[in-house]
C-alpha cells in the first residue's frame, strides 16, 4: 500500500511552464479527499490541484520546483509529496497550522520578544530583549520566570545583559544567551544566574575572539559547536561550546563587506540547519531581503528565497527576514518581518505560501514586526511577536 506525507497550498494552482512537464490526468472528484486518494492510487502522481468550485481535480507526475511554477488561484488547493513510500499503515499529513494564535506570553511580562527555543519537554524559552533577561514557561504554565539576566537592569557582568537576541538549552541544562551590545555569548551551567562568556572574549571586533553584535545562533546535534550570526561583521563564527575561557572562532562563512552578492552576507539575522539531513547552513540577509544556503568553509553560498537586495510582498519576495526554521525534508520556514507574516517555502521552491500573519496589528491573526521562530515536537509554532511584546502559538492541523 502507498503512502504519502503532502504539503498543502490554499489558493494556490500548479503551472506548467516547461516542456519536460508531464500530461496531467483530469480526475472525478467530488471532494478534496476524493482527489487526495486518487492521487495515492496513481504511483506516478507527485503534484495535484483541486478546483472547489469545480470538484476539477488535476494529477501531475510532476514536481513543481523542476517542472513548473505554483501562481496564485482563488478557490484551488494544490498538494504537493514530500513523503512517499510503502508502508502497511500510515496516515496521510500536511503543512497547514490554525492561522489564530494563541498567545502563550504576553506584555504582562514581556516587553519585547527576539529568539525563542522549545526543549524536548515543552519547555519554552523567550529572549525579552527590552528587559535584558530570559523567561522561562513551562508547558501549559501561566507564568514564565527568568532564567538569565537581570530584569530591566543592562549591564555587562556575569549576571547582567544588554539587548539579548537568542537562547539556547541543551540536554544537559545548560543555557546559552546571545548578549548583543556585549558582543559575547554567555553560558549559563546548572541553573546558575551568573553567565560565563564562551565566545567574544574581548568583547566588540572583528578578530577571532571578538564579534560585533551576535544575533541568532544554532547548534550542532551534539552541541559541540555553535554557529553564530556575527551581526555587523557580516559573517557565521563557529565556537566550541566546551570553553571555560573563551576561545579563538572560526569564520565559515562571509566575511566580506556588506553586499547582495554570493559571496557575502547583508546584515544576516538568522541561521539554521537539520543536521540530520544537511550539513548546509540557511542564513536570513535581513538587509538583503534574502535567504542564502552556504556549505560552512565554502567561499560561496546560494541564493534559496527572494530576491537579494529587493524588498517586496510578493510571493517570491521578503523584505526584513529574521528568524529560520528547516525541517527534516528542508522546507524553510521564515520570519518575514517587514510584512509581517510567516512564511513556508517547500525544498527546492522559490515560492513562499502565508502560513500565519500577513498584515500588521495585535489581533489573534495579525503579527507585528515577528523575530524569532521555533517548533515543538508537535510541529506547533511559537512566534515572538516583537511589537506586540507576546509570543504566539500557531496550532499544526
Keep these: 500500500m502507498r503512502s504519502m506525507m503532502l504539503s498543502r497550498f490554499i489558493d494556490i494552482k500548479y503551472q506548467c511552464n516547461n516542456l519536460g512537464c508531464s500530461s496531467s490526468i483530469v480526475d472525478p472528484a467530488s471532494s478534496l479527499r476524493d482527489c487526495q486518494f486518487a492521487c495515492l492510487a496513481d504511483a506516478q502522481c507527485r503534484t495535484v490541484t483541486f478546483d472547489e468550485n469545480s470538484n476539477h481535480c488535476e494529477l501531475f507526475s510532476d514536481i513543481p520546483?523542476?517542472?513548473?511554477?505554483?501562481?496564485?488561484?482563488?478557490?484551488?488547493?494544490?498538494?504537493?509529496?514530500?513523503?512517499?513510500?510503502?508502508?502497511?499503515?500510515?496516515?496521510?499529513?500536511?503543512?497547514l497550522w490554525n492561522t489564530t494564535g494563541i498567545t502563550v506570553l504576553n506584555s504582562s511580562q514581556l516587553v519585547s520578544a527576539a529568539g525563542l527555543y522549545v526543549d524536548s519537554n515543552n519547555t519554552l524559552y523567550v529572549v525579552d530583549v527590552n528587559n535584558h533577561v530570559v523567561w522561562k514557561l513551562l508547558n501549559n504554565a501561566a507564568n514564565a520566570t527568568i532564567v538569565a539576566g537581570l530584569y530591566q537592569s543592562q549591564g555587562s557582568n556575569?549576571?547582567?545583559?544588554?539587548?539579548?537576541?537568542?537562547?539556547?538549552?541543551?540536554?544537559?541544562?545548560?543555557?546559552?544567551?546571545?548578549?548583543?551590545?556585549?558582543?559575547?555569548?554567555?553560558?549559563?551551567?546548572?541553573?546558575?544566574?551568573?553567565?560565563?562568556?564562551?565566545?567574544?572574549?574581548?568583547?566588540?571586533?572583528?578578530?577571532?575572539?571578538?564579534?560585533?553584535?551576535?544575533?541568532?545562533?544554532?547548534?550542532?546535534?551534539?552541541?559541540?559547536?555553535m554557529y553564530i550570526v556575527d551581526h555587523d561583521n557580516n559573517r557565521i563564527m563557529r565556537f566550541v561550546t566546551t570553553s571555560t575561557s573563551g576561545v579563538n572562532g572560526t569564520v565559515i562563512a562571509g566575511g566580506n563587506a556588506a553586499d547582495n552578492t554570493n559571496t557575502t552576507f547583508n546584515s544576516p539575522l538568522g541561521i539554521h540547519y537539520f543536521p540530520n539531513t544537511s550539513s548546509d547552513l540557511f542564513i536570513t540577509n535581513s538587509d538583503g531581503h534574502s535567504v542564502i544556503r552556504w556549505t560552512p568553509g565554502a567561499s560561496s553560498g546560494v541564493f534559496v528565497a527572494g530576491t537579494p537586495g529587493v524588498a517586496g510582498s510578493s510571493s517570491s519576495l521578503l523584505y526584513s527576514p529574521a528568524g529560520i526554521r528547516i525541517d527534516t525534508y528542508l522546507n524553510m520556514y521564515v520570519v518575514?518581518?517587514?510584512?509581517?507574516?510567516?512564511?513556508?517555502?517547500?525544498?527546492?521552491?522559490?515560492?513562499?505560501?502565508?502560513?500565519?500573519?500577513?498584515?500588521?496589528?495585535?489581533?489573534?491573526?495579525?503579527?507585528?514586526?515577528?523575530?524569532?521562530?521555533?517548533?515543538?515536537?508537535?510541529?506547533n509554532m511559537y512566534i515572538g511577536d516583537n511589537n506586540n511584546a507576546r509570543v504566539q502559538k500557531f496550532v499544526k492541523l
Design 65 to 95: 520546483s523542476q517542472y513548473g511554477n505554483l501562481l496564485a488561484q482563488s478557490g484551488v488547493i494544490t498538494m504537493t509529496v514530500i513523503d512517499d513510500r510503502q508502508v502497511t499503515d500510515r496516515a496521510s499529513g500536511n503543512l
Design 158 to 225: 556575569s549576571s547582567q545583559l544588554n539587548w539579548p537576541y537568542d537562547v539556547y538549552a541543551d540536554r544537559h541544562g545548560n543555557i546559552y544567551v546571545s548578549d548583543y551590545y556585549n558582543h559575547r555569548i554567555q553560558k549559563y551551567s546548572n541553573g546558575s544566574r551568573n553567565g560565563k562568556t564562551i565566545a567574544g572574549i574581548n568583547g566588540y571586533g572583528s578578530s577571532l575572539n571578538q564579534m560585533n553584535r551576535p544575533e541568532f545562533f544554532v547548534f550542532d546535534s551534539t552541541d559541540t559547536f
Design 336 to 379: 518575514d518581518k517587514g510584512n509581517n507574516r510567516i512564511q513556508m517555502f517547500c525544498a527546492n521552491s522559490q515560492v513562499g505560501i502565508t502560513i500565519a500573519g500577513g498584515s500588521g496589528g495585535n489581533g489573534p491573526e495579525q503579527l507585528n514586526q515577528p523575530l524569532g521562530i521555533a517548533f515543538d515536537a508537535k510541529m
